[in-house]
């Protein structure tokens, strides 16, 4: 993979790719402009999926790579919320269990005057459970890490948890873990009390601790960081610290039957990934931390057929 | 009581009430005019105490209460939020285990052109918890049911369930209940799944099922009311009352030994105690459901000393 080349999209580079690898989520459209050797430019803009509008997918597009496609139907291969029912084009999902992208099974995206294929999300009938850019993660993670067998955590906004053995996605849940931190920490009571950015990581680990052995309780355990702000003096840092190990240890505790015994790799933000570590490891567990962005350029290039079987 | 008159604070009634009852909640003002037989008048503003800079809560107050005042100094008493530290003036808590009011522990607001009383809410040392109205609820209802053993749940924002025994508050709980389904229902990714405002009682029956047996589970079960309309058609009405009934069953099993075996009355809005009525039945519990509007007048007579020893 050559070094990176980040481009602003105004002049036209020397070279054309040969593809170009495109993340859409609902806050970022992420694009990457691929050569025989990997990454010849990378680009992003906050143009997500989440404030456009079904006519304004392709001029987004355009805007952020529009000089590596001067030379005309460049192939564009997307994953991510692009392809929900809000977003560009609806690519159905594929049923688990199944490897978790085919290349042959990607949706193109009709009348478009660009040659975009957007990579199908996966889906589990019972219990019922979705996701759309985490299987172009785990794609890559495989490709990157060939015949792994064990347990995918893709933590974020909705964690997901994968079983994955020979190559397919076996079963997967999502938790409302960062979502619900967010909303907790700026929106509910809680936010009175943590005001500020700051960190208490023994505090954290208090937090994992009573959410793992106590999951149950999580609407009082959450009260009573308030409570104890008021009457027992807990910090601003400690009580966001507290707040994220809550949500944690509950959903770990939940995703119990996934990690225990299991190989577990994590891939997602660094240092979100770098607190599920830590309250793994307090369980005894050493997980193995990728990069996201390797992942995902991987599974996009497993995706669009340009990484053989490897 | 006589029959209440609704007054409209413009022109001075004719009586003069002995005192007037406040019950000053985050969203709220609501007054009552009382007399020697019980409520002459009730009047009722949207200047909760969440609106509201410290100097401009006796102006609110007056612009309310203003014509019952004509003849002077009538005193006030008040409960709710108004006495929290970013209330009008700070009332510390009382310690349980204790009565939930104490006549002579009012705090009386300082430089206040009005005699103003502040009802002190209630503090647990450990596990930390706080109340702050709730109390003076409790209280109205053991006034009402003498020699009441038992629990008090009182279903909100922050529901409370509180241990009583020989007319004291024993132990207490808060569960953020209300709050959650209040940002998951509107501002979390699963506001795309339930709106309108229908109901399924199926649906609600199934979530308290569901998170009173597998509460641990709940940032999953949560997940899958969104899985569940993309994948399998959950109604918007089935997603909503299912969320309602997944966190009151999450917040039944996280209380249990509160009301296991126990006599249980439930205060607070008539739509949510039904619920909680209904959800409790399931578990072969008839919980007993109080007005809260009786139990807020009965408690804040009693706060103000006004109910002798009943």
């Given at each position: 993979m050559q070094d990176i080349v980040s481009h602003n999209g105004t002049t036209a580079p020397e070279w054309i790719p040969e593809w170009i690898a495109v993340d859409w989520g609902t806050s970022n459209l992420r694009a990457w402009a691929m050569g025989p050797d990997g990454v010849l430019a990378e680009a992003v803009s906050d143009e997500g999926m989440g404030g456009l509008a079904r006519e304004a997918f392709e001029p987004a597009l355009r805007r952020l790579t529009g000089p590596w496609l001067q030379a005309g139907q460049v192939p564009v291969v997307a994953c991510g919320m692009v392809g929900a029912r809000q977003g560009w084009f609806e690519a159905p999902y594929r049923a688990v269990p199944c490897a978790p992208v085919a290349a042959g099974e990607n949706v193109p995206v009709p009348q478009a005057g660009l040659a975009v294929q957007i990579v199908p999300g996966l889906m589990q009938a019972k219990p019922a459970d979705v996701m759309r850019g985490e299987e172009t993660q785990i794609a890559g993670a495989l490709a990157l890490h060939p015949g792994f067998d064990g347990v995918f955590c893709l933590p974020g906004t909705h964690s997901k948890w994968a079983g994955v053995s020979a190559g397919e996605v076996v079963s997967f849940q999502t938790f409302m873990t960062g979502e619900m931190f967010a909303l907790l920490s700026r929106q509910s009571v809680l936010r009175h009390g943590m005001a500020g950015s700051g960190w208490d990581d023994a505090a954290f680990d208090q937090g994992v601790e009573e959410g793992l052995q106590r999951p149950e309780r999580i609407a009082a355990l959450l009260f009573r960081l308030r409570a104890e702000g008021l009457v027992a003096g807990l910090?601003?840092?400690?009580?966001?610290?507290?707040?994220?190990?809550?949500?944690?240890?509950?959903?770990?505790?939940?995703?119990?039957?996934?990690?225990?015994?299991?190989?577990?790799?994590?891939?997602?933000?660094?240092?979100?990934?770098?607190?599920?570590?830590?309250?793994?490891?307090?369980?005894?567990?050493?997980?193995?931390?990728?990069?996201?962005?390797?992942?995902t350029i991987a599974g996009l290039a497993k995706a669009a057929g340009r990484m053989g079987d490897r």
């Open positions: 910090t601003a840092d400690a009580a966001r610290a507290r707040l994220s190990g809550l949500l944690i240890g509950c959903e770990l505790a939940a995703a119990r039957p996934y990690w225990l015994g299991a190989r577990v790799m994590l891939i997602g933000e660094a240092g979100l990934c770098g607190l599920y570590a830590r309250a793994l490891a307090r369980q005894g567990l050493t997980a193995t931390r990728l990069e996201a962005r390797d992942c």
